[in-house]
Every structure is written in C-alpha cells, then in structure tokens.
C-alpha cells in the first residue's frame, strides 16, 4: 500500500490553500468537524479497505493498493 498526492500540482497547493483557511478540515466537506480533519475519517476508512484504490473525497490523496 502507498498513498501519494495527486499528481497535478497546482489542483494540490489549490487544496492545501482551502486546508488552510479551514484550519486542516477538508475543503470539499461543509462540516468543521473531527472527522472531517485532513486526513479525513472517509479516507483513512479506505486506507484500512485492502481492496480500497483510489482517490479521497477531495482528491488531494491516492491510494494504491
């Protein structure tokens, strides 16, 4: 298992801007809550889904299998 960043840099810093204004919770997500912190709980649901690849809800993470 490897997880990486996306591939396309500027889609990541544009990412990572929107992290930073919501103090680490997900850009993609209207809820400021704990599960919803960077990694997010849906991902790290994945990470731990041996046959999960793919991207996370905001596709700033990927995860190989």
Request: proline residues 3%; hydrophobic residues 25%.
């Given at each position: 298992?490897?997880?990486?960043?996306?591939?396309d840099?500027?889609?990541?810093?544009?990412?990572?801007?929107?992290?930073?204004?919501?103090?680490?919770?997900?850009?993609?997500k209207l809820?400021?809550?704990?599960d919803?912190?960077c990694m997010?709980?849906?991902?790290?649901?994945?990470?731990?889904?041996?046959?999960?690849?793919?991207?996370?809800?905001?596709?700033?993470?990927?995860?190989?299998?």
């Amino acid at each position: 298992m490897k997880i990486t960043f996306n591939e396309d840099k500027e889609y990541v810093e544009k990412i990572r801007e929107g992290l930073m204004k919501k103090n680490g919770h997900c850009p993609c997500k209207l809820q400021m809550t704990e599960d919803n912190m960077c990694m997010c709980k849906e991902f790290r649901d994945q990470i731990a889904d041996p046959d999960f690849e793919g991207y996370c809800h905001c596709r700033l993470y990927y995860k190989e299998k």
